[in-house]
C-alpha cells in the first residue's frame, strides 16, 4: 500500500495526470504528478503548529481551511477520523471536528489532466457560525505564482477604482520577490524570510503556478457583490522559506446549524506557457 511518510494513501490516475490522497487523515491531497513528473505539490511533512487541541499537521499538499484565521477552530489537529468513499474515478473525504465537518469531493476527467475539486463545510454545533471556506494549495519554491489583474474600468467612465491588494503585516513592499505589474501579479517562490503575502479581488478566477516547464492552474467560483474575509479578498498566495501557497476563498456566510458552505475549484496542468490565458506580456517575464 503507498504511503506518505507512514500514513496511507490511495490515487486516482489517468493517462496524464496521477493524484494521491490521505486515506487515515485530512482530507488531504498529498500527491499531483503530469505525465510521471516529480510531485508537483509541496512536501512539508515535518512541519507544525501547537494549538489549543495539540498539534496541527502541515504536511504539504491540498487542503481545506477556515478563514477568519483562528487556532481554535481553522488549525483544528486531522490526523485521524478520516471517513472515505472512493469510486473509479472519484473520491469524497469527510472529517468532522466538535463544531465543522469538512468534506472534499474529487473528481478526474476521464482522458484529460483535469480534475474538479468541491470543498464543503458543515455546521455542527446548535449555535451559528460565520466564516468562509478558504482553500490552500501548496507548491515547491522554485517556480513563480501568477495572479491576474483586472485590466480596463470598473464604470464606464473609469472614475472607480478597479484593483484590491492587501497585505499582511510582515509583508515588505518592496520584497524582491514581488513583481508588481499592470495586468499581473508575480510572486518568486525564493526562499526568504521574513514571507510575502498578498491578497486581492478577483475578477479572473483562476491562479497559475509555473515551475520547471508545468503550468498548473485552479479556477474557482466568483460571487461578485459578496462579503469576503481579508478586507474583501477571493485570491491570496503566500511564500516563506520552504514553499508557496495558491490560496482561493469563499463568500463569508452566517451557516444555521446544519448548514453548509461550498467552494469549487478546476485544476489543469500544462506542460507550456502557450496558453491563452496568460498574455505575451506575462509570458515574457518568466
Not at 496511507?8 to 489517468?14: E, M, V
Not at 512541519?47 to 487542503?63: A, I
Not at 495558491?246 to 463569508?252: F, H, N, Q
Request: aromatic share 10%.
Amino acid at each position: 500500500m503507498p504511503d506518505f511518510h507512514g500514513l496511507p494513501t490511495a490515487t486516482l490516475a489517468n493517462e496524464h495526470v496521477r493524484l494521491e490522497y490521505l486515506t487515515t487523515a485530512g482530507p488531504r491531497i498529498v500527491g499531483l504528478s503530469y505525465h510521471g513528473s516529480p510531485n508537483l505539490l509541496a512536501d512539508v511533512h515535518d512541519m507544525t503548529s501547537d494549538t489549543p487541541h495539540g498539534k496541527f499537521h502541515f504536511l504539504g499538499g491540498h487542503r481545506l481551511w477556515i478563514a477568519p484565521e483562528a487556532l481554535e477552530t481553522t488549525y483544528y489537529p486531522d490526523d485521524s477520523g478520516l471517513q472515505v468513499q472512493a469510486q473509479a474515478n472519484s473520491v469524497e473525504l469527510s472529517f468532522s471536528s466538535p463544531e465543522i465537518r469538512k468534506k472534499l469531493q474529487i473528481e478526474l476527467e476521464l482522458g484529460l489532466p483535469v480534475l474538479r475539486l468541491s470543498h464543503t463545510i458543515t455546521n455542527l454545533t446548535t449555535c451559528f457560525l460565520y466564516l468562509a471556506p478558504w482553500v490552500i494549495t501548496m507548491f515547491p519554491l522554485g517556480g513563480t505564482a501568477i495572479l491576474p489583474q483586472m485590466a480596463g474600468n470598473a464604470d464606464r467612465h473609469g472614475l472607480l477604482p478597479n484593483r484590491l491588494l492587501a497585505l499582511w503585516p510582515y509583508t515588505h513592499i518592496h520584497d524582491e520577490r514581488l513583481v508588481l505589474r499592470d495586468r499581473c501579479i508575480l510572486l518568486r517562490a525564493e526562499a526568504s524570510l521574513p514571507p510575502v503575502k498578498v491578497g486581492y479581488a478577483s475578477t479572473e478566477g483562476w491562479l497559475a503556478y509555473w515551475r520547471e516547464g508545468l503550468l498548473f492552474r485552479k479556477n474557482f467560483d466568483l460571487h461578485p457583490g459578496a462579503t469576503y474575509p481579508d478586507f474583501g479578498c477571493n485570491a491570496e498566495s503566500y511564500c516563506g522559506d520552504r514553499f508557496i501557497e495558491l490560496e482561493s476563498l469563499g463568500p463569508l456566510v452566517t451557516l444555521a446549524p446544519g448548514g453548509e458552505t461550498q467552494l469549487a475549484e478546476t485544476w489543469q496542468v500544462y506542460p507550456s506557457l502557450d496558453v491563452p490565458f496568460i498574455p505575451k506580456e506575462i509570458r515574457e517575464l518568466l
